[in-house]
């Protein structure tokens, strides 16, 4: 009886346990595994986080140059931060606020130094001096498709 | 704000429903209920009864043998009514992306008005997720009692 | 005259869909049937992938054991390839085990508690239970599914400081579950409730290959760390804890003595961590076309896995046999000849994971 009443006295001093959330801001522990970002200056467009992805939520369009990511669909496992060979995604350590619809995040990759940029670029180059130098028309096309066969290559390696 | 409207912002009663998911969002939304993040502040009762329930907070993505069953409990709920989705899994299938025993995710089989993604969500998600869920049950309601006022005044 | 009671899918005593078909004679019970597979996702089918991947799948089986799934998923498949895991990762993972069983074995207490009415002790657990997902917060980065484990080791260090944390988590964690345990353990009404309800016999414990705390409350001392050790059990030494009376009251003191004992393996591994090498996690290889087995005590019981590899990144096969899985027939003989009002309490004491049970 006497225990009761000491802890009874003690829980009436003591200040309340719950966390008053909404009205004070959000706490956490450094470390804490949110949703991720892609950093788009250090991607180098090679496809291996979208392979490596559990939830296939990571989808990278190599010809448009951009990552879209469905931010709803993503399981904050890490998986991706750790595969990725540049450092590129990051892991962020605020959840998502909930919303009314999904969510998707399209980042645009403007890393001069992928593969993919790379060859563009070069065919532009090429484009233009074509252009500066007329009747030398035809090996647009036939460039994309040697692309895809040597990105081929690399997903069976 | 009509009487209704306020007493229902003060007091929303929720069903909880775990169609098979992991247990992860189930047991968040437990630890939302008791002490640590008590939602019972806002006067957030958890039932078990669909028919007084106003929210509905469903964890995991649809499985097949359960998918009758939750459009049954979502046609027993009375009207205003708001389906909550809670976590990755109920909102877009998550890491089940593919396996051949749910139908993929919950907006396939009932409307969903809030998606909660994390996995899991963190209680704090949920209480957040609940204060926009009681947004749009307002907005809800507005609508049927002008739609009935249009009604009265065309007859 | 007869009736037949829906108990469930969606039911306030469980927090998942399980269905009990029940045939009354009044308030007595005298037939049973179980139905499951209302979590039926085909994960079995789905392992059939690339196997880093595997290890996040095997923690979403369950969400409340999910370091038992996943750590035993991973020595399976450590085993196919005959990786050895660097010792310090072994001492993490041991460390995740217990802290997991802690708070499984807190939520089971209080949801069975709050069966018989008692809402305050089943607050209590619960706010005993923030501190065990506050410290699995701190040193993985996530409150339920933790994500560490990989093939080969885990991904995340416990160091000095993390580890001078842990010890203070012991000793409050000890303090707390001491007063929880002589509010249970001497009040009179929780156990008039439960004494004598739901009698499990040792012959029948055998009869039905239960397992866990189940088994260990009819009498029989089957636990997989004592009987068959994995990671660090071969050094420390699991003195199985038994009961004898094998009713719900039997199953529940189980659970709250084995709180004691691995706050007790944790301290005993905390020094571990100091003179264990830097190394986490082994480098991974290409699965040979082997096949391996592991078992692991999950806190509900024996976990089964059964690894098989192709000479690729892939799987071949994963067979998973969980604790629920085993100790699902054991409701059925229980109930049949119980009240009504003792259902819900009867099958809340075997912890049901139904989540585990369909998978
Ligand atoms: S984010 Fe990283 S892994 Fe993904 S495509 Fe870019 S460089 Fe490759
Ligand atoms: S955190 Fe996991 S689920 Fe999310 S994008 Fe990265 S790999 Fe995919
Ligand atoms: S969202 Fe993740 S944690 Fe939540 S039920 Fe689904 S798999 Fe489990």
């Not at chain 1, 992928?114 to 090996?139: F, H, S, Y």
């Not at chain 3, 750590?71 to 072994?90: D, K, N, Q």
């Not at chain 3, 719900?248 to 591994?269: G, N």
Request: hydrophobic letters at 35%.
């Amino acid at each position: 009886m006497l225990k009761i009443l000491a802890n009874i006295g003690k829980n009436l001093i003591s200040k309340p346990y719950t966390s008053n959330y909404p009205f004070t801001p959000y706490q956490h522990f450094p470390g804490v595994r949110a949703d991720v970002t892609f950093d788009g200056t250090k991607c180098i467009l090679c496809g291996l986080c979208q392979r490596s992805c559990p939830a296939e939520c990571i989808l990278i369009h190599k010809e448009q140059e951009q990552i879209e990511y469905l931010n709803t669909q993503c399981i904050r496992c890490g998986y991706c931060v750790r595969v990725c060979p540049t450092n590129a995604i990051s892991q962020n350590e605020v959840y998502t606020k909930p919303s009314r619809q999904r969510l998707t995040v399209y980042t645009k990759v403007t890393n001069e130094n992928a593969p993919v940029i790379k060859k563009r670029m070069a065919a532009e180059a090429a484009k233009k001096a074509a252009a500066e130098k007329p009747a030398t028309a035809g090996t647009g096309p036939a460039k994309p498709a040697g692309e895809k066969k040597v990105d081929e290559k690399k997903t069976s390696a | 704000m009509s009487l209704i409207e306020l007493s229902r912002k003060k007091s929303p009663w929720v069903i909880h429903v775990g169609t098979g998911g992991c247990n992860g969002c189930d047991l968040e939304i437990l630890a939302c209920l008791t002490p640590r993040f008590d939602a019972s502040r806002f006067g957030v009762m958890s039932t078990g009864n669909p028919k007084h329930a106003d929210i509905m907070l469903v964890v995991g993505p649809v499985t097949l043998k359960y998918k009758e069953i939750i459009t049954n409990l979502y046609n027993q709920m009375p009207d205003p009514k708001v389906v909550i989705a809670v976590g990755t899994c109920a909102s877009t299938g998550g890491i089940y992306q593919g396996c051949y025993g749910h139908c993929g995710s919950l907006d396939k089989v009932v409307p969903v008005d809030v998606y909660i993604p994390g996995c899991n969500v963190r209680p704090e998600a949920v209480i957040d997720g609940l204060v926009l869920g009681l947004d749009i049950l307002n907005e809800k309601e507005r609508k049927i009692l002008e739609e009935k006022k249009k009604s009265k005044g065309a007859a | 005259m007869k009736t037949t009671i829906q108990f469930g899918p969606q039911h306030p005593v469980w927090v998942e869909p399980l269905r009990l078909k029940l045939t009354m004679d009044g308030e007595i019970v005298k037939d049973c049937e179980l139905e499951a597979g209302f979590c039926h996702r085909g994960l079995e089918k789905k392992f059939e992938w690339d196997y880093n991947k595997g290890a996040y799948l095997s923690e979403r089986i369950c969400g409340i054991c999910t370091q038992h799934h996943s750590t035993c998923y991973c020595t399976a498949v450590e085993g196919t390839m005959g990786l050895e895991i660097p010792r310090r990762a072994a001492v993490i993972r041991t460390i995740m085990l217990e802290l997991e069983r802690l708070h499984s074995h807190l939520l089971a207490i209080g949801l069975t508690l709050e069966s018989i009415g008692f809402e305050n002790l089943f607050m209590l657990c619960f706010r005993n239970r923030e501190i065990v997902l506050d410290m699995f917060e701190r040193t993985t980065g996530n409150r339920v599914l933790h994500g560490i484990n990989i093939v080969g080791g885990v991904i995340r260090n416990i160091g000095p400081e993390m580890a001078k944390e842990l010890e203070d988590f012991c000793d409050i964690m000890e303090k707390r579950c001491l007063d929880l345990k002589d509010m249970i353990l001497k009040s009179y009404t929780i156990r008039e409730r439960m004494q004598g309800v739901g009698v499990m016999s040792e012959q029948l414990a055998r009869d039905l290959c239960v397992v866990g705390p189940v088994a260990r409350g009819s009498n029989v001392p089957y636990d997989i760390r004592a009987v068959a050790p994995y990671v660090l059990y071969n050094e420390i030494k699991v003195k199985p804890i038994v009961e004898t009376s094998g009713d719900c009251w039997a199953r529940s003191v189980v659970r709250v003595r084995e709180l004691f004992q691995s706050i007790d393996i944790i301290r005993q591994c905390i020094p571990l961590l100091a003179d264990a090498g830097e190394d986490i996690f082994a480098k991974s290889k290409t699965l040979p076309e082997k096949e391996y087995f592991t078992r692991v005590e999950a806190p509900r019981g024996e976990l089964f896995y059964y690894a098989k590899g192709k000479k690729s990144k892939e799987m071949d096969r994963i067979k998973v046999r969980t604790s629920t899985y085993g100790n699902g027939p054991g409701f059925v003989p229980l109930i049949k000849g119980s009240h009504l009002a003792d259902v819900g309490l009867i099958t809340i004491t075997f912890d049901p994971c139904i989540g585990c049970f369909d998978r």
